[in-house]
């Protein structure tokens, strides 16, 4: 790829979590059981909800995507940074840098895209409950999923090819363990004010757009709970959407950490680090929150299970 002053760049080189050569194995060892219990856990997940037609409603089709975009979302990461620990080379290419992320940011757009979709659903069971499987017909359920994944494919095809024109100097070194799009932007040598207007854009409207979705279905939700005369009729409400209301918390929560924790420090390696919980953590939570408190969940991997013996 040659830039517009002539230099030409094959490689970035991804520092990882730590440069410590003792941490190496640990970190190695680490991930790996992360990336295989979230890749497991959510593809449980989805063969549960296949297998058991009870499992064929809105809700856990929308969850069945969640799983399906999580796996996609640990892949896009944690396999390149484990090939690193193990080769004990730290060289992405250039074209791997930018489809890394073009990959990262339209499954980190879709995991919140879905998760506000899932807002509404668990607004309209609640809230509308006598019109729920009209309104949650399938073909409103397969729009949805399909707008997701249109403004997810636009928004990180524009800003990974905002960054194709950009000419790179010779300090090639991007100090985190994927290549981040704002790191890899300001390696540039050259103005990136259209850049910065354009991420922070996509992050005001793609994310704070959704956000302020799930706060609105969630008052609506609680102000329909609160209506409900029996203790038992409000904790049958409450727990339909205690799951989906735990992974919201988690995800925008470590979100929100990892902006404050690179705010608050010049240290990009505890930047790199705190991304760890949104990256990876959450896609390996994910499955245990809706299985651990989802009898349905448990019971279609049971049968699941039973089927395979």
Same mark, same amino acid.
């Given at each position: 790829?040659?830039?517009?002053? +002539?230099?030409?760049?094959?490689?970035?080189?991804?520092?990882?979590?730590?440069?410590?050569?003792?941490?190496?194995?640990?970190?190695?060892?680490?991930?790996?059981?992360?990336?295989?219990?979230?890749?497991?856990? +959510?593809?449980?997940?989805?063969?549960?909800?296949?297998?058991?037609?009870?499992?064929?409603?809105?809700m856990?089709?929308?969850?069945?995507?969640?799983?399906?975009?999580?796996?996609?979302?640990?892949?896009?990461?944690?396999?390149?940074?484990?090939v690193?620990?193990?080769?004990?080379?730290?060289?992405?290419?250039?074209?791997?840098?930018?489809?890394?992320?073009?990959?990262?940011?339209?499954?980190?757009?879709?995991?919140?895209?879905?998760?506000?979709?899932?807002?509404?659903?668990?607004?309209?069971?609640?809230?509308?409950?006598?019109h729920y499987m009209?309104?949650?017909?399938?073909?409103?359920?397969?729009?949805?999923?399909?707008?997701?994944?249109?403004?997810?494919?636009?928004?990180?095809m524009?800003?990974?090819?905002?960054?194709?024109?950009?000419?790179?100097?010779?300090?090639?070194?991007?100090?985190?363990?994927?290549?981040?799009?704002?790191?890899?932007?300001?390696?540039?040598?050259?103005?990136?004010?259209?850049?910065?207007?354009?991420?922070?854009?996509?992050?005001?409207?793609?994310?704070?757009?959704?956000?302020?979705?799930?706060?609105?279905?969630?008052?609506?939700?609680?102000?329909?709970?609160?209506?409900?005369?029996?203790?038992?009729?409000?904790?049958?409400?409450?727990?339909?959407?205690?799951?989906?209301?735990?992974?919201?918390s988690?995800?925008?929560?470590?979100?929100?950490?990892?902006?404050?924790?690179?705010?608050?420090?010049?240290?990009?390696?505890?930047?790199?680090?705190?991304?760890?919980?949104?990256?990876?953590?959450?896609?390996?939570?994910?499955?245990?929150?809706?299985?651990?408190?989802?009898?349905?969940?448990k019971?279609?991997?049971?049968?699941?299970?039973?089927?395979?013996?």
């Open positions: 790829m040659k830039s517009w002053n +002539n230099t030409i760049i094959l490689e970035f080189l991804l520092l990882g979590i730590s440069e410590e050569p003792e941490l190496q194995p640990f970190l190695f060892g680490l991930f790996l059981s992360m990336y295989l219990v979230t890749v497991l856990g +959510n593809l449980l997940i989805i063969l549960a909800t296949i297998s058991d037609s009870h499992l064929h409603t809105p856990y089709f929308f969850l069945s995507n969640l799983s399906f975009v999580d796996i996609c979302f640990v892949s896009t990461t944690v396999p390149k940074m484990l690193n620990i193990q080769t004990h080379n730290k060289v992405i290419t250039y074209a791997g840098c930018i489809t890394q992320m073009c990959f990262f940011l339209l499954f980190v757009g879709l995991d919140n895209f879905l998760l506000t979709v899932m807002a509404y659903d668990r607004f309209v069971a609640i809230c509308h409950p006598l009209v309104i949650m017909n399938p073909q409103l359920c397969g729009l949805l999923v399909l707008a997701s994944w249109i403004v997810g494919v636009l928004n990180s524009l800003q990974s090819l905002m960054v194709l024109p950009l000419p790179f100097c010779t300090h090639m070194e991007i100090p985190h363990f994927f290549c981040e799009i704002n790191q890899v932007v300001h390696l540039a040598c050259s103005d990136t004010f259209l850049n910065d207007i354009v991420m922070y854009f996509a992050v005001a409207l793609l994310g704070g757009g959704p956000l302020n979705g799930i706060l609105y279905s969630y008052s609506k939700i609680v102000s329909s709970i609160r209506a409900i005369s029996s203790a038992q009729g409000k904790y049958k409400a409450f727990s339909t959407c205690a799951s989906h209301l735990s992974v919201v988690l995800f925008y929560g470590t979100c929100l950490g990892v902006y404050l924790s690179s705010a608050a420090t010049h240290n990009s390696h505890t930047g790199a680090a705190a991304s760890v919980m949104y990256t990876v953590v959450t896609p390996m939570l994910n499955p245990f929150i809706y299985s651990l408190r989802n009898k349905d969940i019971g279609a991997m049971k049968t699941f299970f039973r089927g395979k013996q």
